[in-house]
């Protein structure tokens, strides 16, 4: 699963349950990678954990709040990539712990963080996985950031769309293709 795997759960929604999802299914048209991208249709299920291979960063109210050239990704079937940022990189004082948390069935129970400076907030901005099952390990000491909840996330200087809706925190750039008809660049991503 892309992000948080779930939607992020709270007080008696939590005590229910594991909220789970169904895989997307593959739609009948599929927007073919053009030079230089990949499809997301071609990523794995279960996801897949790599070096970004190219400098992340997050702002938040006016300033970089994370900053990395060590940054992960995590590629699932059918979403954009999600960013996972070593803890060491990010400016953790801005980070608090959120009401939230929620369940992926590969990564584990992932804890969200409201983001904070001065009088902005921005509630389960960033989300992490304390204990994470150990395929997942390198996901540990790591914050990823909703691309939507922040003021700006890039990759390689190459400013992010946020994935439509709360569900995932996955970064859309113009090297991914999308699962919906429209692609990247797209309203219907």
Known sequence: MVASAAMPRSGDEASAGRLRR??????????????????????PRPPRV??????????????????????????ETAGPPCYYIPAGDVRTEYLHVGASESFCEWKGTARYW????????????????????????????????????????????ERVRAQPGAYYGGWITSDVTGPFKGGPGSEDW
Do not use: K, M
């Open 22 to 43: 169904q895989p997307r299914r593959r739609p009948e048209r599929i927007v073919p990678p053009g030079p230089g991208q990949e499809s997301v249709w071609d990523y």
């Open 50 to 75: 790599e070096p970004a291979g190219r400098p992340v960063r997050v702002e938040f109210a006016g300033r970089p709040i994370a900053e990395s050239v060590r940054a992960l990704r995590v590629c």
């Open 114 to 157: 409201t983001l904070r400076h001065g009088s902005l907030e921005s509630d389960d901005a960033a989300w992490s996985y304390p204990e994470p099952f150990e395929a997942f390990e390198a996901l540990r000491d790591t914050y990823a950031f909703y691309p939507g909840r922040v003021d700006a996330c890039y990759v390689g200087g």
